[in-house]
Every structure is written in structure tokens, then in C-alpha cells.
């Protein structure tokens, strides 16, 4: 019996200790399974870490190369500010760039030039930023930016040019043309350098619409601008400079054609696919050369909702430039729009376009009628007989006897 139960117990401390070598081992196995582990981790973290001062170098040479390739005509600030540009000999040129401050509030609120790389949508978010605080730190002279959307070519240019002269501290000058149209005009014409970004434009197309917004954004990164006027290459004064100016900056009105027009030309054209958005009774009409203020120019350019509503909806025979910016402020700054033009232009003889005037059709008399209107307009709310100051369309034979005109008759 004695002998029985020391086999047994001798075999139960043989199990016991099996038991404890299995777990030994198998801490062991943990153990060493957890250092490769570890192991594989660290040189993945290590491998990761290691790699990152080459991702931020090149992130941010990357960044470097392409602030370098969008500013190297930069229109907001400027890009050389040592004067040690060996591509130009002029000294006093070099002195001149050498005295610049590249951190200068001058530089921001007056480009020197139009060229930018800049997509519609970016330029649309960068001129719709308006400042905080009230009034601004250096000496602001408001000017009118003349904006121009012309097919090629501006007959009319020589008139222009007159009409400008002597006042170019309180005017800019932008020209939307075909992408590719280099305009051949001398140095020391106001049209010299003006042209904007453009693209392609169709009549009649949401195309069309697009490029007034963009010639809107293009002059208010200017932050002189103040008043906004559309025009075409078929376009003349009718009053001198010093009129149109005091007559634009003193208005308490925009001038944008607005009206209801109840028949398949205005209201027919609505589409009730831009409810509840849009509604009918929200729908107007107006001619596209408009007149507004930099309030107003702001509000256009930083509308996307309405506006992808009109590039959807309003196709031919519905046309974008004729009923967008006249609804768009019918709806929301009606108050503050004169609800008129200040271009005249002739829509007797009907349809799609209005009359056309040549050389044959300038006399004192006709241009008297235009700056004289037969029935009177409001102007701050006082009824006058200056109802408008441009006037269209004009062939390019009508240029000669304009400029013989323009002295004795439109005062420049």
C-alpha cells in the first residue's frame, strides 16, 4: 500500500511538472512572439517617421515651386522687391521696385496688372472678401471702372480715349475679348495692359453672363472702384467725363434694367423648375449694359444658388443676361435700383437686336435727343432730363463724325 501511493504520488508530481514546463514554455512563446512583434512595429514606425521630413520637404518645395509659378505675374502683390532683376537695365526702373514694400496695403488694394491664373471660382471668392472695419487706411479716391465685353476690335476706341483723358486718377478700364484677342493699342492709352482673363462667349448663352461676372470680379479686386459700368464695343459717351463721374458717384441708386414684362418675352421665358427658389412673381427683365455699385457688384459675384438655377433653367429662347441680374436684385436689393439704364438704346425697328446707327445718322440734333431725354427719369428721387449717359449701338462708320461732335456737342 505504501509503495502504491508513493508511485502515485510520485507520477502526480511528474504531471505537475510537465504542467509547469508547458507553461513556461508557452510564456516563453508569448514572450518571443511579442519582441517580433514589437519589433516589426518599431521598424514600421521608424520607417514612417523617417519618411516624414522627406514628405514635408517635398510638400514643401512642391508648395514653394507653385507660389512661385502663380505669382510670377502676380496681380495682388509684388513679387520683386530687392531691384537686383537683371532682366531690367532701367536704373531709376530698379530704384523704383527697390523701395517697394512687398507687405504694403498698396500692393493688395491696387494691382498693378490684370494677368492672373486664377479659375472663375477662385477669382469669384477672392473679390467677393470685404473688410471688416469701417473706413479704410489710406487716401481713397472712388473711381468707375469702365468694363467693356467686346467681340475683338473696339471701333470706338479713339473716343474713348478722348473721353479719358486728363482723368485717369479717377477711372479703370477692363476688356473682356475672345481668348487669344491681343488688343494693339499705345502704351500710354488708358486700354494699355487692360485686359482681363477671358474666355470663349456665346450670345444668347449662360456664357455671356459668366464673363460680366468675371469683369465685375476682375475690377473689384481694385478696391478704389466704386461704381461698375457694362459696356459694349459699340458703345459711346454722351457727356463728358467730369458729368458721368459726379453723376455715377453721387447716385444713392444703381441703374439695372428691371421690369415685368407679361408676355412670352418676360414672364413667358420663366421655367418653373427654379421653384420654390425662384418664383414667377420674383421674375424680371432689363437690358444687360447695368450700372451698379460696389455693394451691388459684390452681391452678384458671390451668388452661386440663383445663379446655377439660371444656367440650368434659362436656356433659348430664356436668355441669362437679360433676366438674372434683374431678377436677382428685384428679389433681394430692389431698394436700392433705380430700375432703369443709363445706356439709350433704340428698340423701334423690333426684334432679337436693337438699331444700328453709321455715319449717316450723326447729327447735333440726334445727339441732343439722346442727352435730352423727352421724358423726364428720376435721379435721387427728383424727377431730371439726364436720363442717360452712354448710348448704343453705333457702327463703325459713326466714329468720325463723333469725334467732330464730341467738343462742340458731348462738352470733351
Sequence with gaps: MARGRA?????????????????????????????????????????????????????????????????????????????????????????????????????????????????????????????????????????????????????????????????????????????????????????????????????????????????????????????????????VPVYNFSTVYSYLINSAYSFVDSYDEPTRYGRGRYSRKMLPDIKLHHWRKGSQWFEVNRKLAIYIISDSKYYSLFKQFCRPACYPDEHYIPTFLNMFHGSVNANRSVTWVDWSIGGPHPATYGADNITEGFLQSIRKNETDCLYNEEPTSLCFLFARKFAPSALAPLMNLSSTVMGF
Excluded at 55 to 68: E, H
Excluded at 104 to 124: A, C, K, Q, W, Y
Excluded at 209 to 226: H, I, M, P, Q, V
Design 7 to 235: 508511485g502515485e504520488k510520485e507520477e502526480g508530481e511528474k504531471h505537475i511538472g510537465l504542467l509547469k514546463l508547458a507553461q513556461t514554455l508557452s510564456f516563453l512563446l508569448i514572450f518571443m512572439a511579442g519582441i517580433i512583434i514589437g519589433l516589426a512595429a518599431s521598424s514600421h514606425i521608424d520607417r514612417y517617421f523617417n519618411s516624414l521630413p522627406t514628405t514635408t520637404f517635398s510638400s514643401s518645395s512642391s508648395a514653394t515651386l507653385q507660389t512661385v509659378s502663380d505669382y510670377s505675374n502676380c496681380t495682388v502683390i509684388h513679387r520683386d522687391c530687392t531691384g537686383d532683376d537683371e532682366n531690367h537695365d532701367d536704373d531709376a526702373a530698379k530704384r523704383k521696385r527697390r523701395d517697394r514694400d512687398c507687405w504694403s496695403v498698396d500692393g493688395f488694394v491696387r494691382p498693378e496688372n490684370l494677368s492672373h491664373g486664377m479659375s472663375d471660382d477662385e477669382l469669384f471668392w477672392r473679390a467677393s472678401m470685404v473688410p471688416a472695419k469701417e473706413g479704410y487706411p489710406y487716401e481713397r479716391v472712388p473711381k468707375v471702372a469702365f468694363m467693356f465685353l467686346t467681340r475683338g476690335p473696339l471701333p470706338m476706341l479713339p473716343l474713348w480715349e478722348k473721353f479719358f483723358r486728363g482723368n485717369e486718377k479717377y477711372l479703370s478700364v477692363y476688356v473682356h475679348t475672345p481668348p487669344g484677342y491681343d488688343m494693339n493699342v499705345s502704351s500710354d492709352s488708358p486700354f494699355y495692359d487692360r485686359q482681363i482673363p477671358s474666355q470663349k462667349v456665346e450670345w444668347g448663352s449662360p456664357l455671356l453672363t459668366d464673363a460680366e461676372k468675371r469683369l465685375l470680379a476682375n475690377a473689384l479686386l481694385d478696391f478704389s472702384n466704386e461704381r461698375f459700368v457694362l459696356l459694349s464695343e459699340s458703345c
